[in-house]
């Protein structure tokens, strides 16, 4: 009769040990200093909702390209070449034309984006149309501008070349698109351009270079 009996509170200790390390484990975790990162996979149909951002209707998923910020479909930038005061200079509705630019790269074709989520919730991801990554051709036409602090190295030279061309927004006059959102108080597609103009002439950052013979510069600046 004793052995049934050991071999039970055996089975009961062992239960009891495997439990508590079960329970080390979870501990363990939830003390982690750094949060798991979660990657997520998207790819199907998308709708472009501005030149930088994406919904895919199937998943109910919203994608935000990452390293990259676009002019907000309000947004209103001014055509220098329009006028010798900035008074009089043309709008140019910078937040359209990046999104016209961002559908007419993806057409009806499928979009695969990898990337992570942000603290906001929202889905930051590089993303591909037959290899073209959507990102890098919207910066390469100058319909956006990157963002962070370590930019894509091939993102950066897109850039520069486009600022050098005066390619898309680079040919104009446009508020940075961080200053634009924190002070635009009017978001609706009925803002008329003089808000915008407002706003460039109280800015503290206005993106677009000098126009003073910027596109002729010196390659050199050493001598």
């Given at each position: 009769?004793?052995?049934?009996i050991l ?5 009961i ?11 080390l484990?979870?501990a363990?975790s939830e ?7 979660v990657?997520?996979?998207v ?5 472009v909702?501005?030149g930088?951002?994406l919904?895919?209707?199937?998943s ?11 002019c ?7 055509d ?14 910078c ?19 990898k ?15 037959s290899?073209r990554?959507?990102?890098?051709e ?15 190295s091939?993102?950066?030279q897109a850039?520069r070349?486009?600022?050098s061309?005066r390619?898309g927004?680079?040919?104009t ?6 200053e ?6 009017d978001?609706s ?6 808000a ?22 010196p ?5």
């Amino acid at each position: 009769m004793k052995r049934p009996i050991l071999v039970v509170a055996l089975l009961i200790h062992g239960q009891s040990l495997s439990g508590h390390a079960a329970d080390l484990e979870v501990a363990t975790s939830e003390r982690a200093d750094q949060p798991a990162v979660v990657t997520q996979a998207v790819r199907g149909r998308a709708s472009v909702i501005s030149g930088d951002t994406l919904w895919f209707p199937q998943s109910g998923q919203r994608v935000k390209l990452a390293g990259i910020d676009a002019c907000a479909l309000p947004q209103w930038a001014f055509d220098p070449k329009s006028g010798d005061q900035r008074s009089t200079l043309a709008p140019v509705p910078c937040g359209p034309f990046a999104k016209a630019w961002l559908k007419r790269l993806i057409g009806n074709r499928d979009v695969a984006c990898k990337g992570t989520y942000a603290p906001s919730g929202d889905l930051y991801a590089t993303c591909s149309v037959s290899g073209r990554d959507l990102g890098l051709e919207q910066l390469k036409v100058g319909w956006a501008r990157t963002t962070g602090s370590r930019a894509n190295s091939q993102y950066v030279q897109a850039e520069r070349y486009a600022r050098s061309a005066r390619y898309g927004m680079w040919g104009t006059y446009v508020l940075d698109m961080a200053e634009w959102r924190e002070k635009a108080i009017d978001r609706s597609m009925e803002r008329r351009p003089q808000a915008d103009k407002n706003l460039l002439r109280d800015r503290r950052l206005e993106i677009t270079p000098p126009f003073a013979d910027w596109r002729n510069r010196p390659r050199r600046t050493d001598r």
